[in-house]
């Protein structure tokens, strides 16, 4: 009897990617987010998260030739109110950039379709119901991208902080992941989450402290920073990055005077991922978008 499973070298396999829509961070991240996995980009509040999270919205409908997946995105917002007011100021900056595409009396807002989420089994028949919702769409674009932002905001203070609970909890995330990379394969699709932080307070020199990924520990405004939701969730994902923001302080002279100016640093680093290396870049963020550093 021949099989129907041939063995792949996961070496030839390539997976399609979207651009972040900036050459420096697509080249930190060999070529932008990947299709068929979930992506989870941890960061304190202010950092970018949300920003490149719409940008990313944006770039999706980009044609391949671009870098993008011509597609259209769901945004699966925790965090209210939703930030529609810069969403249009960065697809009037897309859509300048790149007029060919909307031709048709339509703009980019017509693919980036938005849907409140209050708490983890509300985001579960979310997500039973974007299967037929997917197949079912009739617009120009497919949905090809998934955004989730945050996802630790539907476990903030809904649990206990007792075994039964943690062990509930930790059910959720196992279901989550598995419907949304269910939806990826399916539907060769980017899926993008984010996480927020928690303070590290660490004791006895760090001994006991668990290292996942590429960075023994993570800082952000000069505190030790760890990703929320654990472990559990950390095995959900397939891919983490982590933003951070620290304040430096420069002196300039001016009229005879010294004056001190601080200025905040942002940098994403690549925390595991089974495709990239240890990665990270600088980068700002502009009245356009978000944007990497030369250095």
Known sequence: MTSQFQPQNPLHLTTQKCTIGCPIIDECLSGGIPCDS???????SGTGK???CLQLCLTAQLPISLGGLAASSLYL?????????????????????????????????????????????ELL?????????????????????????????LFRSEFENTPRELKRRSSLFFKISSELKVLAMRFNLAVFVTNQV????????????????????????????SPALGLAWANCVNTRLFLSKNEEHTQEQNCDREITCRQSKRQLNVVFAPHLP????????????VYGVER
């Not at 979930?38 to 304190?44: N, P």
């Not at 997917?134 to 674009?141: G, Q, V």
């Open 125 to 153: 028949v979310v997500l039973s119901k974007t299967n037929t919702f997917i197949e079912n769409m009739r617009t120009r674009f497919p949905i090809r991208l998934i955004v989730i932002d945050s996802v630790a905001a």
């Open 50 to 52: 949300t920003q490149l």
């Open 77 to 121: 917002h925790t965090e209210f109110p939703f930030p529609f007011r810069r969403l249009c100021q960065l697809s009037q900056s897309f859509q300048s950039r790149y007029p060919q595409l909307y031709v048709r009396n339509d703009n980019p807002l017509d693919y980036v379709f938005v849907q409140s989420v209050d708490n983890a089994d």
């Open 38 to 44: 979930i992506t989870e980009l941890v960061a304190e």
């Open 278 to 289: 240890n990665s990270s870049c600088e980068f700002v963020i502009t009245r356009e978008g």
């Open 198 to 225: 928690t303070d590290t307070f660490v004791a006895n020199g760090g001994m006991n402290v668990v290292r996942v990924g590429n960075l023994g520990s993570l800082y952000s405004s000069g505190r030790r920073v």
